[in-house]
């Protein structure tokens, strides 16, 4: 193994011996060109500048070129990154909205209550501690619109309890097991409520529809419930606490029913709140 090794040597020596004349002699010449050219360059020959140019354009097109796949590695990254911090702030800010729409609803529905010089916003208090469940099945049948949550009896869920989906109302408890309950939702058949539509305080009832949305019934002032209208809990029947923001008004119907549009998506709910309200006592 040693005797190869020390060959090979040898040979690549010899080699270098035998191209050692050549190799000063191109050393020196490029020497000597260098030399010739800076020194022609100081007199402004256009040749000289021509060729100057011309090595200039190589060098600075060629360092252009090698540079391309870098600059586009950097760029996309960078690119990729701005991409990314965008979409979590946009995420972030969408968040931020609907908890401020929400306080905004419900801000509204107090001040048009005082206005009237009505005190049915304050007629109940939160009884139960917030419960957050899981919702674990979805019923959607034409005919039942109901969800199965992950608490029951032994998380104190009781019968008639309030399901919201952050500030809006989805709706109530309707079966308790041990470990489960069903909610039927707000968009059920058999789902009605006393609600108040503003402006113009309209008292009425949402019914359900087995859809995705509802309709309001047995109203004395229908025609004064406009587009856009907003629809809160009205407290009446000890059912809700009054100023529960539910959905608004929406004409895009072709019937001539009075809509509403559920400010939550109820085939998109993944948790929600599970609480109780009390009766205020007035001394």
Not at 7 to 24: M, N
Not at 175 to 199: F, G
Request: glycine share 6%; net charge positive; proline share 2%.
């Amino acid at each position: 193994m040693e005797s190869s090794r020390d060959d090979f040597v040898i040979a690549l020596r010899s080699a270098f011996l035998k191209k050692g004349t050549q190799q000063r002699f191109s050393l020196l010449s490029l020497i000597f060109f260098s030399i010739i050219f800076l020194i022609l360059g100081n007199f402004n020959f256009k040749v000289i500048n021509y060729i100057k140019l011309g090595i200039n354009e190589i060098v600075y097109r060629s360092s252009f070129i090698v540079s391309v796949p870098e600059n586009l590695l950097k760029d996309s990254y960078l690119t990729l990154q701005n991409h990314n911090k965008l979409y979590k702030k946009n995420e972030k800010i969408k968040f931020e909205l609907e908890i401020l729409k929400a306080k905004d609803l419900s801000n509204e529905f107090i001040i048009l209550e005082n206005q009237r010089l009505k005190s049915i916003v304050d007629d109940y208090l939160v009884k139960s501690d917030t419960i957050i469940a899981k919702v674990l099945s979805d019923k959607g049948s034409p005919f039942l619109r109901s969800i199965i949550i992950n608490k029951g009896s032994k998380h104190k869920i009781n019968l008639g309890m309030v399901v919201m989906d952050g500030a809006y109302l989805v709706g109530k408890v309707v079966e308790v097991n041990y470990l489960s309950s069903r909610v039927l939702l707000l968009s059920d058949l058999n789902s009605k409520i006393p609600v108040i539509v503003e402006p113009n305080a309209v008292f009425s009832i949402l019914s359900g529809t087995g859809k995705n949305y509802g309709i309001i019934q047995y109203s004395k002032k229908y025609d004064d419930i406009k587009s856009e209208s907003v629809i809160y809990t009205s407290g009446a029947g000890n059912l809700f606490k009054a100023g529960i923001p539910i959905g608004k008004i929406n004409d895009n119907f072709l019937n001539d029913e009075k809509n509403v549009e559920f400010f939550s998506d109820f085939s998109q709910l993944r948790f929600v709140k599970v609480l109780s309200f009390l009766k205020s006592e007035t001394e």
